[in-house]
């Protein structure tokens, strides 16, 4: 295993790559298909040897259910309901983990506040939305927004612990995760955003990164 500096050096060159395939950018296709699975592995790579038991398991099998929507998404059309798939079975086995230590909706001020925020980007989609994906995408943004929701309330419930950090990171990646996807989301079905690739990709791996680092480093882990 990478040492954890080379991992995220190395995840945020990739980034870079990737990003820089849009049209606006260096016009390579294959950038793309070659580092945008690749940033996600090396971010698997930087959380495999953190955590332990079940969340670890749960955030690793998030991560690796992003990396098949990532792949998926390489085909924009043809591979966007599979990648929408993969995308909410990410985020039910991101849910899974963060209610391992802390009950489901333990606090409700962050599900009522991601449940108008999901309502809003649902107002503002479903006119573009075709009929056959509505069904589906209803059904993603509200596993979205209820994932996010969580990491907030363990956000929460960290605070004045030593896990606040992290339970920070944990919430902020929740919190990205929505923006990447409502930009998405805005981009596909309402209106065309300048340099959509560039914020996109950036909250969505900024928020993957951010959901990493909620597992605790293992040598921290195994201190007396």
Not at 13 to 26: D, Y
Not at 196 to 215: F, K, R, T, V
Request: aromatic letters at 12%; glycine letters at 8%.
């Amino acid at each position: 295993m990478l040492p954890t500096p080379l991992l995220l050096a190395g995840a945020l060159t990739t980034a870079l790559l990737a990003i820089a395939s849009a049209p606006w950018g260096l016009d390579q296709p294959w950038l793309n298909f070659v580092f945008k699975p690749l940033t996600t592995l090396l971010i698997i790579g930087y959380a495999w040897p953190r955590g332990i038991g079940p969340q670890r398991a749960w955030v690793l099998a998030g991560l690796a259910w992003s990396l098949c929507g990532d792949v998926a998404l390489l085909w924009p059309q043809q591979g966007f309901l599979p990648g929408l798939v993969s995308f909410l079975i990410a985020h039910l086995c991101y849910l899974v983990a963060f209610t391992r230590d802390v009950r489901l909706a333990a606090r409700v001020g962050p599900f009522v506040l991601y449940g108008v925020v999901a309502g809003v980007i649902l107002w503002r989609l479903w006119p573009g939305v075709p009929a056959a994906l509505r069904a589906p995408v209803v059904a993603y943004v509200l596993c979205l927004a209820s994932m996010a929701a969580q990491a907030a309330v363990v956000g929460w419930r960290a605070r004045g612990s030593t896990e606040k950090n992290r339970g920070l990171l944990l919430a902020l990646g929740g919190a990205l995760f929505v923006l990447s996807d409502a930009l998405l989301a805005i981009n596909r079905f309402a209106t065309p955003l300048p340099l959509s690739g560039l914020w996109i990709l950036c909250s969505y791996w900024l928020a993957q990164a951010c959901i990493a680092s909620w597992l605790a480093p293992r040598a921290r882990l195994t201190c007396p």
